[in-house]
């Protein structure tokens, strides 16, 4: 037994350190000619080897099914097939250990359950249920990583109630368990729910910390994410990437630059720069912070750039008005292999509305499908109207609706706003009655529309025809979201809304304006 031990554990760090394919082969024609081929202890560090790596995975396939498997293979294989998105073969793979008669153990669960999240569009959750059945069964319903797992199974089955009953009839409740009910309530946007349960919590790490800061982050509370690091860091507690990626989530879209240069010099500090996700969080950060400079040194820093990093230098520069080094970003990504996503083409295509550069849009759209493969939505569309539009070619813009997009009823208020504010600044009064009556028709009730329809027949002098879109504003009971800016001062985001008389400054705030008014007044006689 001791023996056998010593053999595994050599032979874990003989596979843990093989580079190539090739070297994990010359492994496997030793064991084959000094051990017993069906002996599984032998096997199983090897088979652990090639599953980890996407390329060596066909290799563990044919280990796996050519020799006498136990439950560690078993349960090496479904955490591949899951890991690699493949979760009919993980099913099959458990349905064969259980044919077999093997025993599952609790590392065979998460995985599997793991896998049963990515059917649940395809089954309604069915196979979930049945895996839950088997976990009760065999005994394995107080293991803290299984009930994570089951909770995360029916909150993305949109099951939360039953989420809830998994986590009340769990007696080891540890910090993983308490987590995934935060993240549960997260993730279907029950912040009320997410924070009872977060601060019950007895105790918490840096995971759970992420998991709250991201449900405030999905439904765009970003003060409550800056908050809450504020409490975290105030707590001692650690921050990991996660925690850092949500942070300056928040940052870009309040503009609290003196945060986001804080996680930055922190990243450096634990050397967290080399994760891409969090240097691709950085560059999107300070390019929404207008600090293109920075985040073009954070970009050109990066060693291994994935399409997302691309996609945040290249929207960057886009919406800091340097056009034409968006465009050349695009042409380095193409050349350096880099598959462009819709997100990609999003910011090209907006780069080219701002730089007014049509022709050179059309193409690029046209490009999306027949040279890359990328299928244009409604974003896409809503670029080249906009494209067109604010060149002034507000029929030629009409005209693509109709023909690329199958006319306005297959549109989005993106669409359907491009070209009714193009009507406006171009005075084309003609086209813009002609596209507000059709939306009119179809019972839009986007209030944005029917606000720029009323800006544009006000400022044609059509009174009659401003009254009417006036009117059904009012009836409808239509209302704009009301636009807030955001101030940094001492490293605090303040963020101010229109017509929101209830932060406590409020009061002197207007007497301050009041007193600029008079002091205005003043000057003016």
């Not at 359907?416 to 596209?435: S, T």
Request: with cysteine; glycine share 8%.
């Amino acid at each position: 037994m001791i023996q056998k031990a010593v053999i595994t554990t050599d032979l874990i760090l003989l596979c843990q350190k093989c580079k190539t394919l090739n070297q994990l082969k010359q492994i496997h024609a030793h064991l084959l000619t000094s051990t017993r081929p069906e002996n599984p202890y032998a096997v199983a560090p090897l088979l652990s080897a090639a599953a980890k790596h996407a390329p060596w995975f066909p290799y563990a396939c044919s280990i796996f099914n050519h020799h006498h498997c136990n439950t560690f293979m078993y349960n090496t294989m479904i955490r591949a097939h899951a890991h690699y998105h493949a979760p009919l073969a993980a099913i099959t793979c458990y349905i064969d250990l259980f044919n077999c008669g093997i025993v599952a153990n609790n590392f065979t669960f998460p995985p599997l359950i793991k896998a049963c999240v990515m059917l649940i569009d395809h089954d309604s959750g069915l196979t979930g249920r049945l895996v839950h059945a088997h976990v009760v069964k065999f005994g394995f319903g107080d293991d803290p990583f299984v009930v994570s797992g089951l909770i995360e199974f029916y909150s993305a089955s949109v099951e939360i109630g039953s989420s809830r009953l998994v986590f009340d009839k769990s007696h080891e409740k540890d910090v993983v368990v308490w987590t995934a009910m935060v993240d549960g309530y997260g993730k279907i946007g029950d912040l009320e729910n997410a924070r009872k349960v977060f601060d019950e919590m007895p105790e918490r790490n840096a995971v759970s910390w992420s998991a709250m800061m991201a449900a405030y982050s999905r439904v765009s509370e970003f003060r409550e994410v800056i908050c809450l690091f504020r409490q975290m860091q105030e707590a001692g507690t650690r921050p990991n990437e996660a925690v850092l990626v949500s942070v300056l989530t928040a940052v870009a879209h309040l503009g609290a630059v003196a945060q986001g240069l804080w996680v930055h010099s922190y990243a450096k500090r634990c050397r967290l720069e080399s994760n891409v996700i969090l240097a691709t969080a950085l560059v999107d950060m300070y390019s929404k912070c207008g600090y293109v400079e920075a985040a073009m040194e954070v970009f050109e820093g990066m060693a291994d750039k994935d399409a997302r990093a691309w996609n945040a230098m290249i929207n960057g520069v886009a919406m800091n008005g340097d056009a034409r080094k968006s465009m050349e970003l695009f042409d380095k990504m193409i050349g350096d292999k880099i598959q462009p996503t819709e997100t990609t083409f999003v910011a090209v295509l907006s780069a080219c509305r701002h730089a007014k550069t049509v022709d050179k849009g059309l193409e690029l759209f046209d490009q999306m499908s027949t040279l890359y493969g990328v299928k244009p939505r409604l974003q896409h569309y809503a670029c080249v109207v906009d494209l067109l539009a604010r060149a002034g070619m507000v029929e030629e813009a009409e005209k693509f609706i109709e023909d690329k997009m199958g006319g306005l009823g297959r549109g989005d208020a993106n669409v359907w706003g491009a070209l009714l504010g193009a009507c406006r600044v171009h005075g084309n009064v003609e086209v813009g009655d002609k596209i507000w009556k059709k939306l009119a028709d179809m019972g839009v009730v986007d209030c944005g529309i029917h606000v720029l329809s009323y800006i544009m027949y006000k400022e044609a002098g059509l009174e009659f025809e401003a009254k009417r879109v006036r009117d059904m504003i009012s009836e409808g009971g239509m209302k704009k979201k009301p636009g807030s800016s955001v101030i940094e001062v001492n490293g605090v985001a303040e963020e101010f809304i229109v017509g929101d008389l209830c932060p406590p400054q409020a009061q002197q705030m207007l007497e301050m304006l009041n007193s600029f008014c008079k002091m205005e007044n003043l000057e003016d006689v």
